[in-house]
Nanobody, 130 residues
């Protein structure tokens, strides 16, 4: 069974950095995506970034491009979200999720932060103060 466990959340001042980790286990497919999502109080959940584990291809929402970096350490079965230049509007509960059937075309795989994901972690709180 797929399990996802997030860690690394906390409180930081605007302009600071945090690194979130998602420890993933239990996969039986070679090609899958890990995505980071967030949900702020009173707002809908939104996708932040994703990565295809088998080839490292990534995607970011516009508001985090240049500030956030997603990466994976396959030897540790862990996906990271490095968040720099944090803003108060980044405050949210952050979740990692797994998509075991990512989009593919002519042998290449693509992750998406708008499609449904199959498995979810429990979330970690990120609070950015002004």
């Amino acid at each position: 069974e797929v399990q996802l466990v997030e860690s690394g959340g906390g409180m930081v001042q605007a302009g600071g950095s945090l690194r979130l980790s998602c420890a993933a286990s239990g996969f039986t497919v070679e090609h899958y995506a890990i995505g980071w999502f967030r949900q702020a109080p009173g707002k809908e959940r939104e996708g932040v970034s994703c990565i295809i584990i088998s080839d490292g291809s990534t995607f970011y929402r516009d508001s985090v491009k240049g500030r956030f970096t997603i990466s994976s350490d396959n030897s540790k079965n862990t996906v990271y979200l490095q968040m720099n230049s944090l803003k108060p509007e980044d405050t949210a509960v952050y979740y990692c999720a797994a998509d075991v059937n990512p989009m593919h075309y002519e042998g290449s795989y693509y992750c998406s932060i708008t499609k449904s994901y199959n498995y979810w972690g429990q979330g970690t709180q990120v609070t950015v103060s002004s």
